[in-house]
């Protein structure tokens, strides 16, 4: 069995961790880029892939993470997103992803309630979404070169949360992620 995974004897799933940070942002058409703030977000992965068969290799990643969308909502996410990769050189690849997930979204604003002719605070626990999400992203191996079972990523992700409100007055959120991220090969 080599160090980078490439080579398998046993047949065995290779594991390896990541950590993603990245901007969100509701998509909107016909906006520009820069008319969208910066909302930033974390996610941790691990990732179990079995041996690449030529340039291509297929893996599941199990992701959770979080993001905060000034004065709307803060969420929380878990999901699973089959990967399906291509390499170059053994030092570049592409990948795309779909995945499947549970997100819970918290309001960030208090939330009021009518209660006999006044309005007090609510305590307000979100609400549960499905989250499917689209995405592709690039990489580089940095095992051939510096002989660190490192790889380097970005990624740009399409994701949709639903349903957002209640009585069907928000069916479906569409959002997008970009980011970079890092993923360490385990042993």
């Known amino acids: 069995m080599s160090m980078n995974g490439q080579e398998w004897s046993d047949g065995k799933y290779k594991k ?19 008319d969208s703030p ?14 690449r068969t030529g ?13 905060y969308h ?6 929380v996410f878990f999901t699973w997103k089959p990967k399906f ?23 960030v604003r208090t939330t009021y309630e009518l209660d006999d002719g006044s309005y ?23 095992q051939k070169w510096f002989d660190m079972p490192i790889e380097l990523f970005v990624r740009f992700e399409a994701f949709g949360l639903g349903p957002y409100a209640l ?9 997008t992620m970009t980011g970079i991220g ?3 090969s385990l042993k």
């Open 16 to 34: 390896s961790v990541s950590f993603f940070v990245f901007n969100e942002h509701i998509a909107t058409p016909f906006s520009e880029p820069s």
């Open 120 to 142: 007090v605070k609510k305590t307000n626990w979100g609400r549960p979404h499905f989250m499917p999400s689209l995405g592709s992203g690039a990489c580089v191996d940095l």
């Open 38 to 51: 910066t909302h930033l977000g974390f996610a941790g992965s691990l990732e179990l892939s079995k041996p």
């Open 167 to 175: 009585k069907g007055r928000v069916p479906v959120t569409l959002n």
């Open 55 to 67: 340039a291509y290799q297929f893996a599941h990643i199990f992701q959770g993470g979080y993001y």
């Open 85 to 107: 990769e291509l390499q170059f050189a053994r030092i570049f690849n592409v990948h795309g992803l779909l995945g499947v997930g549970y997100a819970h979204s918290f309001p």
């Open 182 to 184: 890092v993923k360490y």
């Open 70 to 75: 000034k004065d709307f909502n803060q969420v």
